[in-house]
């Protein structure tokens, strides 16, 4: 079975720093765009930042852009967001997903195009 498997939450202060990460196992998604989202309780899953299967596309919603960096590793089949300069407003359950398709650039920063989902990490961040 696909999984994705986030890592690297925790509890931070604000304007520290965590590095999350994300492994696919059981299918391979290196030629799949990967993306970051987060949700907090009662809210919708919201889109943080994306990448395109080569790396050459990335997009990042307002609020984090300059803050936080994805990037990718194919040969680990392994999606990163360095978070710096975190606030209050950061928190969530930060969440990973893969593209539904091989090599598509389509639509990249909302959730309908992402099929597989990791299950999760914990991100606090205290004032």
């Known amino acids: 079975q696909a999984q994705l498997v986030e890592s690297g939450g925790g509890l931070v202060q604000a ?5 999350l990460s994300c492994v696919a196992s059981g299918r391979p998604f290196g030629t799949h765009a990967k993306g ?3 949700q907090v309780p009662g809210q919708e899953r919201e889109f943080v930042a994306s990448i395109n299967w080569k790396g050459s596309k990335i997009y990042y919603e307002d609020s984090v852009k300059g803050r936080f960096t ?12 360095q978070m710096n300069n975190l606030k209050p407003e950061d928190t969530a359950v930060y969440y990973c997903a893969a593209h539904s398709r091989s090599y598509s650039d389509y639509d990249l920063s909302s959730r309908g195009p992402y099929e597989y989902w990791g299950q999760g990490t914990q ?5």
Not at 15 to 19: K, M, P, T, V
Not at 123 to 127: F, G, P, Q, R
């Open 70 to 81: 994805i990037s990718r590793d194919n040969d680990k089949d392994t999606v990163y967001l």
């Open 15 to 19: 304007g520290g720093s965590l590095r």
């Open 123 to 127: 991100v606090t961040v205290s004032s």
């Open 36 to 38: 970051w989202f987060r």
